[in-house]
């Protein structure tokens, strides 16, 4: 499996970015695209710090669950669902079969670390 360096710069800021930007419209959608980018209400949710976590379990090699629980726990106020804030009280980091689709949001960091679908399968 080749995996990209852990000395190239990570391509994450658009994710961030767009939830930055994006956050102070997540329950409160907006139909124009003339709106301010960046404002006073913009803040970074689970969605940034979970993407973080998946990009530092890649680059780290640690695994995907203690990365996303030890920064689901450092940052623990920013807009988790409730069944993954029970996970992230639990001592087991195991699956909690989740059907939300907030993982397919968090997973850029795969898209970036690994050259082929083969190898991303096999992670």
Same mark, same amino acid.
């Given at each position: 499996m080749e995996k990209r360096s852990k000395s190239q710069p990570i391509v994450l800021l658009g994710a961030i &970015?767009?939830? #930055?930007?994006?956050s102070r419209y997540e329950w409160h959608p907006v139909k124009t695209t003339d709106f301010e980018l960046l404002h006073d209400d913009c803040f970074?949710?689970?969605d940034t710090v979970l993407t973080i &976590?998946?990009? /530092? &379990?890649?680059?780290?090699?640690?695994?995907?669950a203690e990365e996303i629980w030890d920064l689901g726990n450092r940052y623990p106020d920013r807009g988790y669902g409730n069944n993954f804030m029970r996970?992230?009280?639990g001592s087991k980091k195991e699956p909690y079969h989740s059907y939300g689709n907030g /993982? &397919?949001?968090r997973v850029s960091p795969i898209?970036?670390?690994f050259n082929?679908?083969?190898?991303?399968?096999? #992670?």
């Open positions: &970015a767009g939830d #930055i930007i994006g970074f949710t689970d &976590a998946v990009a /530092s &379990a890649l680059l780290q090699g640690g695994t995907f996970w992230l009280s /993982s &397919a949001l898209g970036w670390a082929t679908v083969e190898d991303v399968l096999e #992670i």
